[in-house]
């Protein structure tokens, strides 16, 4: 079935280093979406990339969707304490179903 | 408006013990989803409503679990004869179509 690989799944990073997390799908997604996790809380929705390349930025967090619609990326620039939690991608496949990858748990050290 | 709500917050069960957990969409939201997350894990997959569609069942990991959506609102989860395995946070999500999901704050579900 349809999967959606998430690498790296920890990280751990100083205060002002950058992050990336990468996502990729064995099948071509419609869209792609973003969701933060604070620990204890729910996933809450970032953004949704829809077109082929497309780059979207939101503050210190840039958003990519591959060329090819398999593959994304969310870089931070500068992490902060706050940005401390998991990142999903979620993949819109086939039924309108979303497969959410595995998820990147940053931790922050201050 | 209100967002996603979930009943219990927290449910401590015996093994073999069924479990019904509630999930209150976010009103005029066409689409409900179920999720289960395990402690430091990923959210997977049990159960799907859109509209009036059958719903996609693909997800969940038995026959002690099913889950129905009544008038396209409310929905409820059950799970029979519940094992140690099932002990984790199942979410709730709604959305309106194939956009943002809204998700509730979760059931953690503990099963002894």
């Known amino acids: 079935g349809q999967q959606v690989m998430q690498i790296p799944q920890y990280q751990h990073v100083q205060e002002g280093e950058d992050f990336t997390t990468y996502c990729n799908s064995s099948t071509t997604l419609s869209n792609i979406q973003w969701y933060k996790q604070r620990p204890g809380g729910h996933p809450v929705f970032l953004i949704q990339?829809?077109?082929?390349?497309e780059v979207k930025k939101q503050k210190r967090l840039t958003f990519q969707f591959g060329e090819a619609k398999k593959n994304s990326s969310l870089h931070i620039t500068a992490t902060q304490t706050t940005d401390v939690g998991t990142y999903f991608c979620a993949g819109l496949g086939g039924g309108g179903k979303l497969i959410f990858g595995q998820g990147t748990e940053l931790s922050v050290k201050p | 408006g209100a967002g996603v709500s979930q009943s219990p917050s927290n449910k401590v069960t015996e093994k073999g013990k069924d479990v019904e957990l509630r999930c209150d969409p976010i009103?005029?939201?066409?689409?409900l989803y179920w999720y289960r997350q395990s402690l430091g894990q990923g959210l997977e997959f049990l159960i799907y409503f859109q509209g009036n569609s059958a719903p996609d069942k693909s997800g969940l990991p038995s026959d002690r679990f099913s889950a129905e959506r009544t008038g396209g609102s409310v929905s409820t989860l059950t799970i029979q004869r519940t094992q140690q395995e099932d002990s984790a946070v199942y979410l709730c999500?709604?959305?309106?179509?194939?956009?943002?999901?809204?998700f509730g704050p979760g059931t953690r579900l503990t099963v002894l």
């Open positions: 990339l829809v077109k082929s390349g």
């Open positions: 999500a709604s959305s309106l179509g194939l956009v943002e999901q809204f």
């Open positions: 009103s005029g939201h066409t689409a």
